[in-house]
Each structure stands twice: as structure tokens, then as C-alpha cells.
T-cell receptor
Framework: GQNIDQPTEMTATEGAIVQINCTYQ??????LFWYQQHAGEAPTFLSY??LDGLEEKGRFSSFLSRSKGYSYLLLKELQMKDSASYLC??????????WGAGTKLIIKP | IAGITQAPTSQILAAGRRMTLRCTQD?????MYWYRQDLGLGLRLIHY???????GKGEVPDGYSVSRANTDDFPLTLASAVPSQTSVYFC???????????????FGPGTRLTVL
């Protein structure tokens, strides 16, 4: 079967760095997405990785290791507005997205 | 319109009633999707359409139907609602992926549906 695993909840301090991990087992791989979802809102796109390595975009970076079925999202200089759920999704062999349950990130002052 | 719109924003529905959730996009995307999101679970795909005139079943299609008469609209119908269909429903669209490209999905604001 297809499976995406990520921690249910994480807590971090404003100004700090946090890493959210995602492991996956899917039928085929056509890239991995990270989305941000604030409470009561729609998911919004953060990053996409299809090759191994690190992709950096401002305060956010995303890493992929295809051989390990592993990705992480790194958030630097945390701000209160970063409090949200972070969703990991893998594009499978049919280009359908398989979604993890999401990681709720709580930022404390 | 800019992006994707959904209607209604929220709805309370009696069990057994028929309900259509509306979704319209103005980005000329080929592919459209319907998801439901429940607490503790990931987004689950109900139905999808890769292009106007075609539809496909996702992970949880039972009790739902869709149509894609044109590029812009992708309505989701619950023929006879049941309490287990209480959920938040998201419509999304993307440029259909091909080799070497990716299919970022853009989401509508969601419809919160309660079936009593």
C-alpha cells in the first residue's frame, strides 16, 4: 500500500529552527510537495522536490532523499505566523498526490 | 474570479438529502480534484478529472459523483447524504503533469459540510 508518515504535532520557539520529517512508501515517484495550511484555510504550496538534495526558498528549505524515501522541511527564524499544519504529499506513478496527515506546528513566544 | 471558488462556504444538511458542491476555476487548468479532509487524516481524493469530459475515481468515491462538462466547472454531488460525509471538502486544480514537469495543485477555500 501507499503510506506517508509525518509527526502529528511539534512545538518550537519563535526565532528558532525546526525540522519536520516525512517518510513515504508509494507506487512510483514523481516528486514530493510540501504545503502549508493555516487553521480553517486551504492548503498553499511551499515547495517541490524531484531530485535528491536541498531546495532553499527564503526561510524555508526542503530536502529529499529518494533512496531513503525521506524528506524534511526546514523552517528558520520562526515567526508566530508560521503556526500552521504542514502537509507532505508525494506524486505517484499516475501523478496523483498521496497526502500525509499533516504536522501541526505550534510556535511559542 | 481569481483562482478557484467554491460554494457554499458551509452547509448543514439532513441525512438523505441530495447536495451539490460547486467548484469553478479561471486558470484554464486541465486537471481538477475533489478532496475531503477529516481530523487526523490526510486529504483523501474523492474524484478527479484530467480534462474536460473525463472523470476518475479516487480513494474514497462511494456516495459521491462528479461531472466535467467544461474546463472551468467541476461539481461534486452527494446523492443521498449520510452523517459519515460530514467533512471539509476542498476542490483543487492543476496543469496536468507530464514528463519533466510538476503538477502543483491550487486549492479553493473549502466547503464545510455537516450531515445530521
Amino acid at each position: 500500500g501507499q503510506n506517508i508518515d509525518q509527526p502529528t504535532e511539534m512545538t518550537a520557539t519563535e526565532g528558532a529552527i525546526v525540522q519536520i520529517n516525512c517518510t513515504y512508501q508509494t507506487s512510483g515517484f514523481n516528486g514530493l510537495f510540501w504545503y502549508q495550511q493555516h487553521a480553517g484555510e486551504a492548503p498553499t504550496f511551499l515547495s517541490y522536490n524531484v531530485l535528491d538534495g536541498l531546495e532553499e526558498k527564503g526561510r524555508f528549505s526542503s530536502f529529499l532523499s529518494r533512496s531513503k524515501g525521506y524528506s524534511y522541511l526546514l523552517l528558520k527564524e520562526l515567526q508566530m505566523k508560521d503556526s500552521a499544519s504542514y502537509l507532505c504529499a508525494v506524486s505517484d506513478s499516475n501523478y496523483q498526490l498521496i497526502w500525509g496527515a499533516g504536522t501541526k506546528l505550534i510556535i511559542k513566544p | 474570479i481569481a483562482g478557484i471558488t467554491q460554494a457554499p462556504t458551509s452547509q448543514i444538511l439532513a441525512a438523505g438529502r441530495r447536495m451539490t458542491l460547486r467548484c469553478t476555476q479561471d486558470m484554464r487548468h486541465n486537471a481538477m480534484y475533489w478532496y475531503r479532509q477529516d481530523l487526523g487524516l490526510g486529504l483523501r481524493l474523492i474524484h478527479y478529472s484530467n480534462t474536460a469530459g473525463t472523470t476518475g475515481k479516487g480513494e474514497v468515491p462511494d456516495g459521491y459523483s462528479v461531472s466535467r462538462a467544461n474546463t472551468d466547472d467541476f461539481p461534486l454531488t452527494l446523492a443521498s447524504a449520510v452523517p459519515s460525509q460530514t467533512s471539509v471538502y476542498f476542490c483543487a486544480s492543476s496543469v496536468l503533469a507530464g514528463t519533466g514537469s510538476y503538477n502543483e495543485q491550487f486549492f479553493g477555500p473549502g466547503t464545510r459540510l455537516t450531515v445530521l
